[in-house]
């Protein structure tokens, strides 16, 4: 099997837990019987520690010798989290053992991508074929917790998804090569490398570049965390939910498979610039629960406000760290765009839903302007100047 085919099928595993994660366990909150408030603090309390996990656990990854040690550890950790999430003890203990699960659980991606882009540039493959078999996973998982929750419970969910986080603990001994955290098995010193850290975090262009980027990706709270609930308030059961989703998610892997010569001549600033606006006229349209009809159309351009950002910011951060410290600074991109950022606009996201319902997109808009401005500015950093 090729290595880009087992990459893809690596990313597949983690993503065939995210696809019903993502969407789903919101639901499943609601099913015992947590209101808006209650879910978005929850869902958010781990984002917003990850502006201090994330890098934490990428120095921890760094410890050992294979890449994959630390990706194998951590999935094992957090299946054993989302199994103990099945235990009746209320709202508190589902906060805490969530905050464990939902610390480590986003961390597996970034980590991933380290190894892949590294071996992609190497070997000369596309980055999008592999993560693309991610994200048809993705979308397998969500017409398929879709169905299933149109007959069952959803205490499917939580089955699901530790399932499938255990199948990506094999997977990372199975598929993942054994590439070396540093040259020559070396393992550097905590010190040294916090110290690779800390320089990242003086750097004003790579912390345009991460916040730019992460709050047109944080913009997306809303939507992961209550479109479901929304679309179940217009009466869009949860079959047609999971139909929404992969829309977005199949323009995602076309986008992934077939758009790298656009992409390379396009550039990571434009393709963040290009994210940003196609985000706008997405939360300002949902805003205003659009009819059915409307929502495919807009469900593709998840390719602009999802797809693009991401790929731009994984380019755009490469291209501003070092070898030295390339997983600090993913994990740095992976913990603003996915943690305190998203999990400030989770937060609140839950209380608009309360009050206002889809009018909550509307914060989401406002936050993708925000970033929008931002990713204008790089356009003045000369290390992201074509060579």
């Given at each position: 099997m090729s290595l880009p085919v087992r990459l893809g099928l690596f990313y597949g595993t983690i993503f065939v837990g995210t696809g019903a994660n993502s969407p789903y366990m919101p639901v499943w909150f609601a099913h015992h019987g947590l209101s808006g408030a209650q879910i978005g603090l929850i869902l958010s309390l781990p984002m917003l520690a990850r502006v201090f996990t994330a890098p934490l656990l990428a120095v921890w990854a760094d410890s050992f010798k294979y890449r994959r040690t630390g990706l194998i550890l951590l999935s094992l950790a957090v299946a054993i989290a989302y199994a103990l999430m099945a235990l009746p003890f209320g709202f508190a203990w589902w906060m805490v053992v969530w905050f464990a699960a939902s610390s480590m659980f986003p961390t597996l991606s970034p980590l991933t991508d380290v190894i892949v882009l590294s071996r992609a540039r190497k070997d000369g493959f596309n980055y999008g074929w592999p993560r693309g078999i991610g994200s048809a996973a993705f979308i397998v998982a969500n017409l398929g917790m879709g169905a299933l929750l149109a007959r069952g419970s959803p205490e499917l969910v939580l089955v699901w998804i530790t399932a499938a986080v255990t199948l990506t603990?094999?997977?990372?001994?199975?598929?993942?090569?054994?590439?070396?955290?540093?040259?020559?098995?070396?393992?550097?010193?905590?010190?040294?490398?916090?110290?690779?850290?800390?320089?990242?975090?003086?750097?004003?262009?790579?912390?345009?570049?991460?916040?730019?980027?992460?709050?047109?990706?944080?913009?997306?709270?809303?939507?992961?965390?209550?479109?479901?609930?929304?679309?179940?308030?217009?009466?869009?059961?949860?079959?047609?939910?999971?139909?929404?989703?992969?829309?977005?998610?199949?323009?995602?892997?076309?986008?992934?498979?077939?758009?790298?010569?656009?992409?390379?001549?396009v550039g990571p600033r434009n393709l963040l610039v290009l994210g940003g606006a196609g985000a706008v006229v997405r939360w300002g349209a949902l805003a205003f629960s659009p009819p059915l009809w409307a929502l495919f159309p807009l469900q593709t351009l998840h390719v602009?406000?999802?797809?693009?950002?991401?790929?731009?910011?994984?380019?755009?951060?490469?291209?501003?760290?070092?070898?030295?410290?390339?997983?600090?600074?993913?994990?740095?991109?992976?913990?603003?765009?996915?943690?305190?950022?998203?999990?400030?606009?989770?937060?609140?996201?839950?209380?608009?839903?309360?009050?206002?319902?889809?009018?909550?997109?509307?914060?989401?808009?406002?936050?993708?302007?925000?970033?929008?401005?931002?990713?204008?500015?790089?356009?003045?950093?000369?290390?992201?100047?074509?060579?």
């Amino acid at each position: 099997m090729s290595l880009p085919v087992r990459l893809g099928l690596f990313y597949g595993t983690i993503f065939v837990g995210t696809g019903a994660n993502s969407p789903y366990m919101p639901v499943w909150f609601a099913h015992h019987g947590l209101s808006g408030a209650q879910i978005g603090l929850i869902l958010s309390l781990p984002m917003l520690a990850r502006v201090f996990t994330a890098p934490l656990l990428a120095v921890w990854a760094d410890s050992f010798k294979y890449r994959r040690t630390g990706l194998i550890l951590l999935s094992l950790a957090v299946a054993i989290a989302y199994a103990l999430m099945a235990l009746p003890f209320g709202f508190a203990w589902w906060m805490v053992v969530w905050f464990a699960a939902s610390s480590m659980f986003p961390t597996l991606s970034p980590l991933t991508d380290v190894i892949v882009l590294s071996r992609a540039r190497k070997d000369g493959f596309n980055y999008g074929w592999p993560r693309g078999i991610g994200s048809a996973a993705f979308i397998v998982a969500n017409l398929g917790m879709g169905a299933l929750l149109a007959r069952g419970s959803p205490e499917l969910v939580l089955v699901w998804i530790t399932a499938a986080v255990t199948l990506t603990a094999v997977g990372a001994r199975l598929l993942l090569p054994p590439d070396l955290v540093h040259e020559a098995g070396h393992v550097p010193a905590a010190g040294e490398r916090m110290a690779g850290l800390g320089g990242l975090l003086r750097d004003p262009a790579f912390l345009t570049a991460v916040l730019a980027a992460g709050l047109i990706q944080s913009a997306h709270a809303f939507y992961y965390g209550f479109s479901t609930l929304a679309w179940k308030q217009q009466g869009i059961p949860e079959h047609v939910t999971g139909m929404l989703w992969a829309v977005g998610v199949t323009a995602e892997v076309g986008f992934l498979w077939f758009m790298e010569p656009w992409r390379r001549r396009v550039g990571p600033r434009n393709l963040l610039v290009l994210g940003g606006a196609g985000a706008v006229v997405r939360w300002g349209a949902l805003a205003f629960s659009p009819p059915l009809w409307a929502l495919f159309p807009l469900q593709t351009l998840h390719v602009l406000s999802y797809a693009a950002t991401f790929l731009a910011s994984l380019q755009l951060v490469e291209r501003l760290s070092t070898p030295r410290n390339a997983t600090a600074a993913q994990a740095i991109n992976s913990a603003l765009s996915g943690g305190v950022l998203s999990g400030l606009a989770t937060l609140g996201s839950g209380w608009l839903f309360d009050r206002f319902g889809a009018h909550g997109y509307l914060l989401m808009a406002a936050m993708t302007a925000a970033g929008l401005v931002g990713a204008v500015r790089l356009y003045g950093v000369r290390r992201l100047d074509p060579a």
